[in-house]
């Protein structure tokens, strides 16, 4: 009983003490707390209203700047204004128009002014000309190319007439036209700072809260308390990242407000005097106290809780102890994480297996599969939709990775929203970094047919409504196995290489590819003959061009034929641009670059082709300028017309060429070549197929008439030409193009 009270009495005295100390140090902090935290929150607020401020500064003025240059790009105001005179008073009060529509919109704005360099007229708040315009010296910097162009000015005073009181304003200037390095005129866009400070007032109390903005050079734009500037407080700091503009913010009052935030100061010295008591008895008494502690440390140690290289979590036994559990949390935080990412990426593999019949999977084991992966079928029976994002280069160009992975999740969650909305169940996977494969199992009483079209189509309309860019999408089903699964998934996957000529943004389905099956064109002859006339500079190409692409609709064919049509053509330019002069062929070294570049960046058929003509049409022009500028071009013309017209002469050769036009048969030889790339024997007997052919076709009359017709005595000749030039004889080519 005794020892009990002792050591009572005793636990008593060597605790009392350090209770007393703790209970000041609970004042000292709660208080020191208290105030510290309405300290944390001031600053919090202030950083806050900083950011808010320049977020709202900078969405203003971002939102002007933005509609300026969309006006620049766009509006037939400003590129009827720049590019006519003072005599156009329709087209002044067009402008002027486009003015007071950007001041009705943008609150902001004070004055807006155009001048047009070529008579120095100026348009818009103090109309008038250059020289007697009041901000003039502002324009000469911009004119001479002294300030930039579409940055946001410091303050500055603005008068629109002498007798009216000058405006604190910043002003933006724009020159016109944009992209171009020689300026028709300037743009100037001025913003009273007494408005946009009104609009940012609403957002504090300027009684209790001041806010003070400085540009680039430090200069005050606007400030509540400029009096006070020296003496107050600034709790918050922020800069903007479009203006560069330096926000600042504290309270109004500095010297109540500093000595209320400041005070925590005296409780900070009170909580140290109470800690230093407290800590000379607690050492005193937690050595005796420490056993319990060092037999926990040791008994970590021992176990295989902590290995030996992380003994070092904590400088201490309760940083130790600390550090244990903490390392054995990370530990199973890591487990979960990683067993997370791995059923992700299983259930992307089994996906990839099972669409693709990369491994063989058995039906038992897929329905085992769509338990485990937690996929509830709507139904027995399913499609399968390919979703691929449009013009994919670009789509990488314009968003960041992590913007364009938060967009493919958004694809996702909208393609298991739309089937979700119409009963169905829908397992999405990208297999491709452009391309979203997905298995959608339809309610057994819905309709398949119509509903896959229904749900594809909602996909590509909200995507083309929501989003900035847009996809392509091909279905394919009904299946109600694995095996049909994997077949619905191969077609509805080969509907996106015809999406170049049906269209992008849209549905595909297999219906539209059906009547292409019976379409055959001569592809070849087309770009051989696209090919020969581009070599000539002959404006046929123009109607060749037309026809292969004409050919490449109207067999609806896939991107990878298409893709091959253009290389073939390629080699085919190449191979016939060789046979000329060194000239020529830098000429087609250079297209053929770019030809090849528009192979890898084109996306519909339309743009193809547009991209060939424009490519075409330059390289055209360029050897028509060479041939012009050759001496020979005339003559070599002349034989050409002669050759023409004279075909069916039997008497026509090298000889009689050189007795018509007085030069020697070896000079007409070489200068035919070098200008049509091939020899005289070759185009004369091209010329009279050609017209036996027609013979062939559109006349009644006997193969002994052709061949005279076309310049052969004897018939075994022309029979002998004629097969080869087209690979059969003349009676079997009349026969088989009779029989189509």
Same mark, same amino acid.
């Given at each position: ?61 971002? @939102?002007?700047?933005?509609? +300026?240059?969309?006006? +620049?790009?766009? @509006?037939?105001?400003?590129? @009827? ?11 002044? %009060? ?9 001041? !009705?919109? $943008? ?7 155009? %001048? ?11 109309? /008038? ?55 028709? /005129? ?91 008591? /407290? ?23 021992? #176990? ?37 990412? @791995? ?14 019949? #990369? ?14 992966? *937690? ?31 938060? !967009? ?50 909602q996909i590509v309309e909200w995507v083309r409504a929501n989003l900035s860019f847009t996809v392509t999408i091909g279905v394919h089903g009904m299946a109600s196995s694995l095996e049909e699964i994997r077949s619905s998934h191969e077609i509805a996957g080969n509907l996106l290489h015809y999406k170049a000529v049906l269209g992008i943004g849209r549905l595909l389905r297999p219906e539209e590819l059906e009547a292409s099956t019976l379409r055959v064109h001569d592809f070849f002859g087309t770009l051989h003959a696209l090919s020969q006339a581009i070599r000539l500079a002959d404006n046929g190409w123009r109607k060749q061009l037309d026809e292969l692409f004409d050919q490449i609709n109207d067999s609806i064919s896939s991107r990878k034929e298409i893709e091959s049509f253009l290389q073939f053509l390629h080699q085919q330019l190449t191979r016939v641009f060789l046979e000329l002069p060194k000239d020529a062929r830098n000429i087609w070294k250079d297209t053929g670059a770019e030809l090849l570049e528009l192979g890898r960046t084109w996306e519909t058929v339309a743009e193809l082709q547009q991209g060939c003509t424009k490519l075409f049409e ?28 004279? $075909? ?58 052709? #061949? ?5 005595? *004897? ?11 087209? /690979? ?13």
């Open positions: 009983m005794y020892m009990n009270s002792s050591w009572f009495r005793k636990l008593l005295l060597s605790y009392l003490p350090a209770f007393f100390v703790v209970v000041t140090i609970l004042f000292v902090v709660f208080f020191q707390t208290l105030n510290e935290q309405n300290r944390k929150e001031a600053i919090k607020a202030n950083e806050f209203l900083a950011q808010q401020v320049v977020l709202f500064t900078d969405n203003a003025l971002k @939102t002007l700047d933005y509609r +300026i240059l969309r006006d +620049i790009l766009s @509006t037939e105001e400003l590129r @009827t204004f720049f590019n006519t005179d003072l005599e156009d008073v329709y087209g002044n %009060i067009k402008a002027n128009k486009l003015v007071d529509d950007w001041k !009705l919109n $943008y609150s902001i704005i004070d004055t807006v002014y155009f %001048i047009r360099l070529k008579d120095e007229f100026i348009l818009g708040d103090g109309s /008038g000309m250059k020289a007697d315009f009041l901000d003039e010296p502002f324009l000469e910097l911009y004119i001479r190319g002294l300030a930039k162009t579409g940055e946001w000015t410091g303050k500055r005073s603005f008068q629109t007439y002498p007798s009216e009181k000058a405006k604190d304003v910043i002003s933006i200037v724009q020159g016109y036209p944009h992209f171009s390095s020689t300026k028709k /005129g300037y743009i100037v866009v001025n913003v009273s700072l007494a408005k946009l400070k009104r609009t940012i007032t609403p957002m504090y109390n300027p009684d209790q809260t001041y806010v003070r903005f400085s540009d680039k050079q430090g200069r005050s734009l606007m400030d509540d308390t400029p009096s006070k500037e020296g003496t107050r407080s600034v709790l918050s700091r922020y800069v903007s990242p479009y203006t560069g503009w330096v926000v600042e913010s504290g309270p109004s009052d500095a010297g109540l407000s500093r000595f209320v935030l400041d005070f925590y100061n005296i409780w900070v010295v009170i909580a140290i005097a109470a800690v230093l008591l /407290g800590v000379l008895w607690v050492i005193h008494v937690t050595r005796r106290n420490y056993k319990p502690i060092s037999q926990l440390v040791s008994l970590i140690r021992a #176990s295989s809780l902590i290995k030996p290289e992380d003994d070092k979590l904590g400088s201490n036994e309760f940083g130790f102890i600390r550090g244990a559990l903490e390392h054995l949390m990370e530990e199973t935080t890591k487990t979960r994480q990683q067993h997370k990412e @791995t059923f992700i990426l299983q259930k992307k593999h089994r996906f990839q297996e099972a669409v693709e019949g #990369s491994a063989p999977i058995r039906e038992t084991e897929w329905q085992a599969d769509l338990l485990r992966f *937690n996929i509830d079928p709507a139904g027995a029976k399913s499609f399968v939709m390919a979703l691929e994002i449009d013009r994919y280069q670009q789509f990488v160009q314009a968003y960041h990775h992590q913007d364009q992975s938060v !967009l493919k999740f958004v694809l996702s969650s909208v393609a298991q929203e739309m089937a979700g909305l119409n009963g169905a169940a829908l397992w999405a996977e990208w297999l491709s970094d452009r391309r979203l494969s997905a298995i959608v199992w339809v309610p057994d009483e819905a309709a398949g047919s119509e509903l896959s079209a229904h749900i594809g189509e330059a390289a055209v022009a360029k050897l028509q300028a060479l041939k012009d500028s050759q001496r020979t071009r005339a003559v070599i013309s002349d034989i050409r017309t002669y050759i023409e017209e004279h $075909y069916a002469n039997p008497e026509l050769s090298l000889d009689h060429l050189s007795d018509k036009f007085n030069l020697q048969a070896k000079n007409i030889s070489k200068l035919f070549k070098e200008e049509s790339g091939g020899n005289f024997v070759d185009f004369l007997i091209g010329l009279r197929m050609d017209k036996a052919k027609q013979l062939l076709l559109g006349t009644d009359l006997s193969l002994q008439e052709i #061949s005279l017709q076309v310049g052969y005595f *004897n018939y075994n000749s022309f029979n002998r030409a004629f097969k080869n030039v087209a /690979g059969l004889s003349p009676s079997d080519y009349r026969k088989q193009q009779a029989s189509r």
